[in-house]
């Protein structure tokens, strides 16, 4: 496995990292203990050492899942989590919070769950309108200082959030989503980082599962699915995207690639400090996602990719209005 430096913040990982939320919850029902213990051994086994995580994630479960698989091989990896949310007396999601001293609870919390002593990258889960940036930063600095942290992440945060963050504790990565069919990120978002030498970590690279071919108009979702309830998930919505896979399908037949392994090799392509960190509960899938790596795209390649993409709309909102304000996935 290759890796790669998030920005210019000497952390290494390999080239594509594990996302490791829909093991516990967000695309149906948690998966089999057992079994998902041992796809992240093997991920481990087959050069990952670069896994997300975050108390959000079940919630507070995916946390302990990924600290019991990957306690006997500490040192070989990296992991990350998040802070930000506040959560009602039955565990759902009631808003943003990253006060202070919430921030410094969370940190405890997170380290408790993953039995580890320090938090290789803990990210700020969503911007707190309520609390200064500055604030923030301030805090994981201190929390850096006092060994319990190692470095500083923000998600789906806007450039002057960003850049006033990295001057009080500096940004080692960003994490939002961008694929394909979620490019919002270029127009500002990748200038500042490279800029600012800041690693990028695309979540939901594959579109939450859906440039991987497999999902269509006929396609059936489970009530606790979160895709469920997204507009450019609807059936009508499903059917109009297909477009989009054709394309990455029949580019990718020349590559000899999956589409799912060439819309990752176009991610990988774009700038030596994205990593995409792609979910999966099926290890057929682990081995797919790797192997995208392996493809190669020249400039030949990516043009052409950015020629067919062009003519193609995508339909429906990756959210909405209420999820997008408020959404911690």
């Known amino acids: 496995m290759q890796t790669r430096e998030l920005g210019r913040s000497g952390l290494r990982v390999s080239a594509l990292g594990l996302g490791c939320m829909g093991m516990s919850f967000g695309y149906g029902p948690a998966g089999d203990r057992k079994e998902m213990l041992a796809l992240l051994r093997t991920a481990v086994d087959r050069g990952i050492t670069f896994f997300d995580t975050a108390e959000v994630y079940g919630p507070f479960t995916n946390e302990t899942l990924v600290g019991?698989?990957?306690?006997?091989?500490?040192?070989?990896?990296?992991?990350?989590?998040?802070?930000?949310?506040?959560?009602?007396?039955?565990?759902?999601?009631?808003?943003?919070?990253?006060?202070?001293?919430?921030?410094?609870?969370?940190?405890e919390a997170s380290l408790k769950r993953l039995?580890?002593?320090?938090?290789?990258?803990?990210?700020?889960?969503?911007?707190?309108?309520?609390?200064?940036?500055?604030?923030?930063?301030?805090?994981?600095?201190?929390?850096?200082?006092?060994?319990?942290?190692?470095?500083?992440?923000?998600?789906?945060?806007?450039?002057?959030?960003?850049r006033r963050a990295h001057a009080v504790q500096p940004v080692t990565a960003l994490q939002s989503e961008y694929s394909l069919w979620t490019r919002n990120p270029e127009p500002e978002i990748l200038p500042t980082l490279e800029e600012l030498g800041i690693g990028f970590v695309p979540f939901s690279p594959l579109g939450r599962g859906f440039l991987t071919g497999k999902i269509d108009q006929g396609t059936a979702f489970d009530s606790s699915d979160l895709r469920k309830n997204l507009p450019r998930f609807t059936a009508e919505n499903r059917e109009a995207n297909q477009a989009l896979v054709a394309v990455l399908t029949r580019l990718g037949e020349r590559k000899r690639a999956t589409p799912a392994q060439l819309a990752l090799a176009w991610l990988l392509a774009r700038k030596p400090w994205i990593v995409p960190i792609p979910g999966t509960t099926k290890l057929h899938r682990l081995e797919e996602n790797i192997g995208a790596v392996s493809v190669e795209l020249g400039e030949h390649d990516l043009r052409e990719i950015e020629e067919a993409t062009a003519r193609v709309a995508v339909h429906g909102a990756r959210y909405t209005p209420q999820m997008e304000a408020r959404t911690g996935l």
Do not use: C, W
């Open 115 to 162: 039995n580890i002593d320090t938090i290789d990258l803990l990210y700020q889960h969503r911007v707190d309108p309520e609390v200064p940036i500055e604030d923030v930063a301030g805090t994981v600095k201190e929390l850096i200082q006092a060994g319990k942290v190692r470095h500083f992440g923000m998600s789906e945060a806007g450039a002057k959030t960003i």
């Open 68 to 107: 019991e698989a990957l306690g006997p091989v500490r040192d070989q990896v990296v992991i990350a989590t998040k802070f930000g949310f506040k959560f009602g007396p039955n565990g759902q999601q009631t808003g943003v919070d990253s006060r202070p001293e919430h921030i410094r609870e969370v940190t």
